[in-house]
Nanobody, 115 residues
Framework: QVQLVESGGGVVQAGGSLRLSCSVSGRGFSINGMGWYRQAPGEQRELVATITSTGIKNYVSSVKGRFTISRDNAKNTVYLQMNSLKPEDTAVYYC?????????WGQGTQVTVSS
């Protein structure tokens, strides 16, 4: 049973930075593409950034140039470095496999950006 544990969220002023981590227990991490997703209050969950098993990265246009996704297969961990944060980045952030959601969602980590 794979478990996802997200961490690193917090409250930050606009323009600040945070680094999120997602630890994936169980087998299968290294062969799967991974994605970071976020859900703002009253909104649907959206895909933010993806990284393939070979390290190819893609971003939604709203975060391109500000966020960087990376992974450490030895640690079964995927990261999201978020710079130049904006109030509209406020959301609960989750990780999961990509493009197929393979595992139950974790608890997520709350990111709040104040103006």
């Amino acid at each position: 049973q794979v478990q996802l544990v997200e961490s690193g969220g917090g409250v930050v002023q606009a323009g600040g930075s945070l680094r999120l981590s997602c630890s994936v227990s169980g087998r299968g991490f290294s062969i799967n593409g991974m994605g970071w997703y976020r859900q703002a209050p009253g909104e649907q969950r959206e895909l933010v950034a993806t990284i393939t098993s070979t390290g190819i990265k893609n971003y939604v246009s709203s975060v391109k140039g500000r966020f960087t996704i990376s992974r450490d297969n030895a640690k079964n961990t995927v990261y999201l470095q978020m710079n130049s944060l904006k109030p509209e980045d406020t959301a609960v952030y989750y990780c999961n496999a990509y493009p197929v959601i393979r595992w139950d969602w974790g608890q997520g980590t709350q990111v709040t950006v104040s103006s």
